[in-house]
């Protein structure tokens, strides 16, 4: 049976074979639809006038969710396509045009056929997948083919990648990756093989995969360990040929800053750069819930889709994992460099994912140090005469559980999970989102969502209802903050009180469009067209903790809509009566 899976693993078409597996495996996102982001990029593109988050007039603006205009992201807020305590300055602007091209050329051909794009996504898994292996034969040797066919199999399985793929807008992370990995190849080429054509090659298509999205910096995560562990000249001969990646990365960086691109004023992304002290600190935090995602079947997105303590427990999860890991296969750390190198790119694939809420959509790239590391682990656990097993026969024990449970987890229930979260992902998008029905009075009334579970979602509406040419509303209006339990008192005929226990921007994705570093004080007043929020008072933090909404109206005339979170779904509300109190339970998704 091992002569049988070592000749498979070890097949010169395995990466063809490993790529139309994987491919295969998430089939089943062809029919996903559109999701988030991709409603805006549809607006910004068929529609550039629609006022959506992308709708800018100019195409390389694609990717230009808030440019920190206050005039343009007022306007946002008094649509609806931003909640209330969205910050006027704050900016999310990523430069991507390779990718922008692949959107546009989607809208030019199948405008309104969201499979075809979803097609595309699994044309550059498939592309990815390829390079992926042919890296892995490369990197471990001819001597070792079996270890890089059975990294390849674990990367090609892992069920990490769903949120990557099945997301049209996430395409830029796998063609960032793609390149990435093509630069890694020319460039392993060139330090081994003498290939001079890899000292040019490399850099120039590691420009290209920053050109398709700022996670082909990630390439360099995987060069400095190569650097550090796989290359044996002296150490002037290792930096030379990093210098000019250095230095490409300086041009970006200081190109798409004098553009304009980069992101400020939210605690969602957070820029190393400008904030270092804050980036090191959430790392801390963030590293561990990304492991939890990259090592286990528990997803990192579950630190987003659910209350704070939540992410507390991926966190401890996550730094189990870790000492976990470390603990037992140290001697194999110590003694194999490819095990080094994987290790050390893992983690450093992770540390630019920091700088974003945590998300299984991330960890495409960790991914391929990952599923390197494991494969040295599983090989040296079943080959008896591997030199890297430990002595000691409790640790054996140890090396050999860990190592059975990483084969049920990877090559067993992973295959398995793909299709499962693809289908249920996209029952969790359709229950998270609101759905409206086709009533043409729709157009004259503002929707009044009085608590949701993910109200970032919520704020999609109006792009959706366009998208599905159904009557738009006049207005979205987001009243509490995501999952909490809620105190509502109303003082009279115009104004409601809301009182969320904990407060507002407790959970990472309320925080997308402010930071916690420039609070709103007690006092502070926001106008809109048919609403005024004022701040009542706030947390021992700075957060808003109680608020009143005073409506331009009546609550019960016909030009505002309430609807509320009750029973898993969106439901209509009826506006309390004047002098009434309620407290709603926490909107829960699980």
């Known amino acids: 049976m091992f002569s049988k899976i070592s000749f498979v693993l070890s097949y010169r078409r395995l990466p063809i074979i490993a790529a139309i597996l994987s491919v295969l495996l998430l089939i089943g996102t062809i029919w996903q639809g559109l999701r988030v982001d991709d409603y805006h990029h549809r607006a910004a593109i068929i529609d550039p006038d629609s006022g959506g988050y992308c709708a800018k007039g100019d195409p390389i603006h694609l990717f230009d969710f808030m440019d920190g205009e206050p005039q343009l992201t007022n306007k946002l807020i008094e649509k609806g396509h931003a909640p209330w305590w969205t910050d006027p300055e704050v900016k999310i602007s990523f430069f991507r045009p390779l990718s922008v091209l692949t959107h546009l050329l989607d809208y030019k051909l199948w405008p309104n056929h969201p499979e075809m794009m979803h097609a595309q996504n699994l044309l550059w898994l498939f592309a990815l997948v390829i390079a992926v292996g042919l890296f892995y034969?490369?990197?471990?040797?001819?001597?070792?083919?079996?270890?890089?066919?059975?990294?390849?199999?674990?990367?090609?399985?892992?069920?990490?990648?769903?949120?990557?793929?099945?997301?049209?807008?996430?395409?830029?992370?796998?063609?960032?990756?793609?390149?990435?990995?093509?630069?890694?190849?020319?460039?392993?080429?060139?330090?081994?093989?003498?290939?001079k054509l890899g000292a040019y090659l490399s850099p120039v298509l590691f420009s290209l995969a920053i050109l398709a999205g700022e996670a082909g910096i990630t390439t360099m995560a995987y060069l400095i360990p190569y650097t550090i562990f796989l290359d044996s000249r002296k150490w002037s001969e290792r930096i030379r040929p990093l210098l000019p990646f250095f230095i490409i990365i300086l041009i970006w960086r200081i190109g798409t800053t004098m553009a304009g691109f980069s992101v400020e004023n939210t605690d969602y992304y957070i820029n190393p750069s400008q904030q270092p002290l804050h980036f090191i600190l959430t790392a801390l935090f963030r590293l561990p819930i990304l492991i939890t995602g990259l090592f286990t079947p528990i997803s990192a997105s579950f630190a987003l889709y659910g209350p704070p303590e939540t992410s507390m427990r991926l966190l401890l999860l996550g730094c189990m994992v870790i000492i976990l890991l470390a603990a037992i296969f140290w001697p194999l750390l110590q003694k194999d460099k490819n095990a080094r190198f994987f290790a050390a790119a893992t983690i450093l694939a992770l540390v630019p994912c920091c700088a974003v809420g945590p998300s299984n959509r991330l960890l495409i790239w960790s991914s391929l140090g990952a599923m390197g590391f494991l494969s040295c682990i599983l090989i040296s656990s079943f080959n008896r005469e591997s030199i890297y097993r430990p002595t000691s026969r409790s640790l054996r024990f140890l090396w050999g559980a860990v190592s059975i449970l990483i084969v049920i987890v990877h090559l067993l229930i992973a295959p398995v999970l793909r299709p499962i979260l693809v289908n249920s992902?996209?029952?969790?998008?359709?229950?998270?989102?609101?759905?409206?029905?086709?009533?043409?009075?729709?157009?004259?009334?503002?929707?009044?969502?009085?608590?949701g579970p993910l109200v970032f979602a919520a704020s999609h509406l109006q792009v959706m209802q366009a998208a599905e040419n159904l009557p738009v509303p006049k207005h979205t209006r987001i009243l509490s903050p995501s999952f909490a339990s809620i105190e509502l008192n109303r003082i009279d005929d115009y104004t409601l009180i809301l009182h969320p226990d904990g407060g507002y921007l407790k959970v990472i994705l309320d925080a997308l469009v402010c930071s916690r570093y420039k609070p709103l004080p007690v006092g502070h007043r926001i106008e809109l067209s048919d609403l005024k929020i004022e701040v009542l008072s706030i947390t021992s933090d700075g957060r808003p903790e109680r608020i009143a909404c005073q409506f331009g109206v009546p609550l019960e005339d016909n030009s505002l809509r309430w609807i509320f979170w009750q029973d898993g779904r969106y439901k209509s509300w009826t506006p309390l009566k004047v002098g009434q109190k309620v407290k709603l339970p926490p909107a829960l998704l699980f």
């Open 425 to 451: 992902s996209k029952e969790l998008r359709q229950k998270v989102y609101v759905s409206l029905p086709n009533d043409p009075s729709l157009k004259d009334q503002s929707i009044i969502i009085v608590n």
């Open 137 to 195: 034969r490369r990197l471990f040797g001819k001597g070792a083919l079996i270890a890089a066919g059975l990294a390849l199999i674990l990367f090609a399985l892992d069920d990490a990648h769903i949120e990557t793929v099945s997301w049209i807008a996430q395409r830029n992370a796998l063609i960032a990756m793609f390149l990435g990995v093509l630069s890694l190849i020319a460039y392993h080429k060139n330090r081994v093989e003498g290939w």
